[in-house]
């Protein structure tokens, strides 16, 4: 089974946002100076860059309505928008949210906006606000959609520019993933739900399903803010997988090698892959296969981050031919 069989076509929305950044987003550059095709906007301001980002948690959310815990949600979408402008070294400052719905009960929407509440005080940022949208027989009745807003700020010395760092030579570090985190909900559910119900203990994932499906996007902010002066690069692998995102760092002279025998993926991703029978490069292309945040760096620099317990799973190398795991 390939994403695209589950409703996700990956190529086509990548050709959308190629249109967007070539008719739209580019006419603003000279304006803003932004990167458009990174992990956050940047709006340089002084001697300072705000760095922004906004996302979703995707199909993860008919996870937490099926199973009535909507605490963990909130959680989830914080640390992926943290994540996604710590690639640029940026601090967070502010988070905002949206909460869409038809009918819902007043308690998950609770519990909703106390799990944002909860992850924006463990990454010290303020939340300021959101939206709450009621949009009558709009959405399912019980079913909701939550989206989040990031502002965030680096030192225009501090910002981490990948086209003119990242190198030939540099390796490329794994830090590990806590799960699926929020992407390839889709086509996670359409395999795993033939077999299995969200309540059911699953003897290779040593939990419920339910339970493996919500574990939280972990945040990569406290472990690698201390060592970002020694980062080149980070991807922060989400939607595209390996393919898309290590892709977003390379400068135009250089490819990223993953050797995908570095590490030994999650039980979760093995169970889709041999349930859907999913090709292994379309795993690689949705899922994160235990790899949630890759750094590529220096040889030199490597003991400063032996504490974090990284794998070296690939390299970068002279070339332009993208990404490539084998």
Known sequence: ???????????????IR???GRQVVKTF??????????????????????????????TKVLVACATGVNDTVGADLVNHCVNDILTTGATPLFFMDYIGFSNIRGKIIVDIVRGLAQACIKEKMALVGGETAQLTRFYP???YDLVGFIVGKVSRTGYIDPAARVKAGNIILGLRSSGLHTNGYSLARRVLLRKYRLSSYVRELRCTLGQELLKVHRSYRKDLQPRLKHVNGLAHITG???????KRILPPDCSAVINK?????LPVFRL??????????EMYRVFNMGIGMC???????LAYFKPLKPLIIGEIVKGNFGAVVE
């Open 240 to 246: 595209g997988g390996f393919y898309d995102n290590l």
């Open 261 to 265: 025998r570095a590490w030994k993926p």
């Open 141 to 143: 009745a019980g079913i």
């Open 272 to 281: 889709i892959q041999d349930l859907g029978k999913v090709p292994d490069e």
């Open 29 to 58: 550059a000279s304006i803003n100076r932004s990167a458009f095709g990174l992990f956050g906007g940047i709006y340089p301001i002084g001697s300072e860059i705000l760095v922004s980002s906004c996302d979703s948690v995707g």
């Open 1 to 15: 089974m390939l994403y695209k069989n589950a409703g996700v076509d990956i190529d086509a929305l990548n050709l």
């Open 18 to 20: 190629k249109g967007i």
């Open 295 to 301: 750094a590529v760096i220096d040889k030199k620099h």
